[in-house]
């Protein structure tokens, strides 16, 4: 099973990866996490990426791809892989299909959270202050002002993929408002995975 989950930052992607990783027992992965990883190692390219993270704006296709190729190509990528922020430009859709396309893959789904805008930032401050109350490290780009940063990145950048898939016939929506459970329940319908 190959997933690409899509939608803004806030839309509950992490949170539904992970249960895909637990029902699916195929890895997420989401490009943020691996980003942020090299940030906290101060490899080549966590010292190129922090500057643009931390400013909300999208680092390089270049960069991020081939972060991507070289992640699927490990041994728990085999039976498949969620794409959790990723691709998030046309041109990274375009790699990851060639990607997939140089090992004779497919993708099976690309599932949009359909959100509404005005409930992200406090589902962003709500994060901020989880994090803080578990003694967890708060990202730097989870506050209002770089969020807003996040989202016009979204909108410019990202929102371009949901036409782009949407005609590969490969879209499918749920609707991310609704709870963690019915999002997930939503999910599994689509994925021939109901109860
Ligand atoms: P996320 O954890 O998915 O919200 O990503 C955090 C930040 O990492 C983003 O705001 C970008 O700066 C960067 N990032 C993550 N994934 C990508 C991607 N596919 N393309 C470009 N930048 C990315």
């Given at each position: 099973?190959?997933?690409i ?85 046309l041109?990274?859709a375009d790699?990851v299909q ?8 497919t993708l099976d789904a690309v ?50 993929l949901i036409g782009y898939y949407h005609a590969k016939a490969m879209l499918k ?23």
């Amino acid at each position: 099973m190959r997933l690409i989950l899509l939608g803004p930052p806030g839309a509950g992607k992490g949170t539904q990866a992970q249960r895909l990783v637990e029902k699916y027992g195929i890895p997420q992965l989401s490009t943020g996490d691996m980003l942020r990883a090299a940030v906290a190692a101060k490899t080549p390219v966590g010292l190129k990426a922090k500057a643009v993270m931390d400013a909300g704006e999208l680092v390089s296709d270049a960069i991020v791809n081939a972060i991507v190729a070289e992640r699927i190509d490990q041994p728990d990528c085999a039976k498949g892989f969620i794409l959790d922020g990723y691709p998030r430009t046309l041109a990274q859709a375009d790699a990851v299909q060639a990607m997939l396309a140089e090992r004779g893959l497919t993708l099976d789904a690309v599932i949009e959270l359909v959100v509404d805008d005005k409930a992200l930032v406090g589902r962003i401050v709500k994060r901020a202050e989880d994090a803080r109350a578990a003694g967890q490290p708060v990202r730097k780009d989870d506050n209002p002002e770089i969020f807003e940063e996040r989202l016009r990145e979204y909108y410019k950048k990202t929102a371009p993929l949901i036409g782009y898939y949407h005609a590969k016939a490969m879209l499918k929506g749920v609707d991310g408002m609704a709870n963690i459970d019915a999002v997930s329940g939503q999910i599994d319908a689509l994925l021939g995975k109901g109860h």
